[in-house]
């Protein structure tokens, strides 16, 4: 029997991961929003219940909303959908909120029209709501939420998306100090042209991430958590950056960087206890700075978007 209505939960996702500005993304396990999705007679998409977060509930203001309107565009399907969206992930928190709702949306709707799009379609339909969210449709967030694991965008045209395997003890931790970035300020302040040197550096560390990410090896993976390009902008927009930059490799993490847009900073560690000890460098960092935070440690999500 066909289902009429899924709960799913959708990830967060730490994208650009230092070197891989909008080329890189990973998802998380411990963090991410919950939506029920359903299908009905009458046809569009409408957003009939939008809990934790003050967003549009119109069907086109909402990435949700504009993400299932482009999977209906491309469908046969005669109905449409009705969407509960419960957000946990905060809205400019730099862990991929707008890609959680999108890439949920849209691979519910798969499920419930019994999977007649491949992932990759799904990427492209949810990228339509990182257009409405940040003017870019940039595919470094909903890839990894909709994949699971890492994910590399070797090319947005033709659209071609890598899955990259996750070493088993990798773990995130993600400190979101209380204060809201939006994805497309924070690219309005970005150069558009860079020198040959500092692409070849930036390129050395890409592949030196995903060489270390194939080969588990995680001090590799450390060494290349650098970013020339855009955290050496980024990073003025977030109080304390360099503190917690500091304090992360002091309690053992491997490396860390600005999450997507920021504000959120991530580090990776290998193991859970040090996951844990970078934590608390983070959080002592926000104590002494007296700004609100939250904090999550994860291991990687290899699934990706999941039915609950
Ligand atoms: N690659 C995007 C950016 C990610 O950094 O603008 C946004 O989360």
């Not at 909903?142 to 890598?162: C, E, K, M, N």
């Not at 150069?191 to 080969?215: C, D, R, V, Y």
Request: hydrophobic residues 45%; contains cysteine; proline residues 4%.
């Amino acid at each position: 029997m066909t289902k009429e209505e899924i709960k799913v939960f959708c990830p967060a996702t730490i994208a650009n991961i230092s070197c891989g500005f909008d080329v890189l993304g990973v998802a998380l396990d411990s963090v991410g929003d919950e939506m029920i999705v359903r299908k009905v007679s009458e046809k569009g998409v409408r957003i009939t219940k939008l809990e934790g977060q003050d967003l549009p509930m119109e069907t086109l203001k909402n990435v949700a909303g504009v993400a299932g309107i482009e999977l209906l565009a491309n469908s046969d399907y005669e109905g449409g959908f009705e969407i509960e969206i419960y957000k946990k992930i905060k809205a400019g928190s730099g862990i991929g909120s707008s890609a959680a709702s999108s890439a949920g949306a849209v691979w519910a709707m798969n499920e419930l029209l019994e999977k007649p799009f491949s992932q990759l379609q799904l990427v492209k339909f949810a990228m339509e709501g990182e257009r409405l969210a940040s003017g870019v449709a940039h595919a470094d967030n909903v890839a990894p939420a909709l994949f699971g694991g890492f994910t590399l965008v070797r090319s947005y045209d033709p659209l071609d998306i890598v899955t990259i395997p996750a070493p088993i003890a990798l773990y995130a931790t993600v400190i979101h100090p209380q204060i809201e970035v939006k994805t497309s300020d924070s690219r309005k302040i970005l150069k558009t042209s860079i020198t040959m040197e500092t692409g070849i550096k930036q390129w050395g560390n890409l592949g030196g991430l995903i060489a270390g990410l194939f080969k588990e090896d995680y001090e590799l993976i450390g060494r290349s958590l650098v970013d020339h390009i855009v955290e050496p902008i980024r990073s003025i927009l977030i109080p304390g950056f360099d503190e917690v930059k500091k304090a992360v490799v002091q309690a053992g993490a491997l490396g860390s960087g600005i999450s997507g847009s920021g504000p959120s900073i991530f580090a990776l560690s290998e193991g859970a206890s040090t996951a844990q000890n970078v934590a608390v460098a983070m959080r002592g960092v926000y104590e002494n700075i007296g700004i609100d935070y939250e904090v999550h440690v994860s291991k990687v999500n290899v699934d990706g978007v999941r039915e609950l």
